[in-house]
């Protein structure tokens, strides 16, 4: 099974059949997807300007697609390479259960649904990495009332999450599950206080 660079290579690569240069693309998602398959995917074509069901898309447009992809790949990359550190050292320290920071992490490893999008055409428009820079910060300061990514305070609970958890607090803005962490208790409350007002 190939990595994300040789994928990466296969799409970079002009001699490729551009059918493969795409597929290629579209399997970089299942090594890493910050919204999930089909939010990322969605997400990319829009940003690189083709449809999502284009079977034969500008070469270029594809390579900027790619780009983007690999943007936010060295920045999540770079988070997972400094938690890695954080979390010996506090093992190292004595500091042996993890925090509720920690636990959202498992579940994100590798960087699939870091940002997860249940609705795949309900998304942020800003550029991947940057999207990812302000999760990540928002993971290392207090938490906070608004979502990390839009700054809406438009949070919702919702449940029957097509993942893990299969429940929790969305933005109804940019579409992101906000993990919880990154959010105030208060906060959390009157997200599920929202819950209520929505019919089901």
């Not at 490729?16 to 990322?40: I, Q, V």
Request: proline share 8%; glycine share 8%; charged share 25%.
């Amino acid at each position: 099974m190939a990595g994300f660079r040789s994928l990466a290579r296969q799409v970079r690569d002009g001699h490729n059949d551009l059918a493969l240069r795409r597929y290629s693309l579209r399997k970089c998602l299942e090594r890493f997807a910050p919204y999930g398959h089909r939010a990322t995917w969605d997400h990319l074509c829009a940003r690189a300007g083709f449809g999502p069901e284009d079977r034969s898309p500008d070469p270029a447009r594809l390579i900027a697609a790619l780009d983007e992809l690999e943007a936010a790949r060295a920045v999540w990359l770079a988070y997972e390479t400094e938690f890695a550190h954080r979390r010996k050292q506090e093992k190292h320290d004595g500091l042996r259960s993890p925090g509720s920071t920690d636990d959202w992490h498992r579940l994100t490893w590798g960087g699939h649904g870091v940002a997860w999008c249940d609705d795949p055409h309900v998304h942020p428009t800003e550029p991947l990495a940057d999207v990812l820079r302000k999760l990540i910060a928002a993971l290392e300061r207090e938490p906070g009332h608004c979502c990390p990514v839009c700054a809406s305070t438009g949070i919702v609970w919702k449940d029957g999450l097509a993942h893990e958890p299969s429940a929790g607090p969305v933005c109804a803005d940019c579409g992101i599950v906000v993990p919880q962490p990154v959010l105030a208790p208060r906060a959390l409350v009157r997200a599920r206080q929202f819950r209520a007002l929505i019919p089901v």
